[in-house]
Structures are given as structure tokens and as C-alpha cells.
């Protein structure tokens, strides 16, 4: 892994983690 991968999975991250917060508050 690169520091660019490691970048772009800890964005992918906290994207996923706001839609799940958003789809939890939208239940």
C-alpha cells in the first residue's frame, strides 16, 4: 500500500460512515 491507498480508504471510510449515519437517521 501506498500513502495515496492509505488516503483514499480512511476518505472511503468516513464517506461510508456519514451515509450510515444518515441512513440510520432517516429510519
Known sequence: ???LD???IQAIC???LK???NLQGEL
Do not use: F, P, R, S
Request: net charge neutral; aromatic share 16%.
Open 1 to 3: 500500500l501506498t500513502w
Open 6 to 8: 492509505l488516503n483514499d
Open 14 to 16: 468516513q464517506y461510508i
Open 19 to 21: 451515509n450510515a449515519k
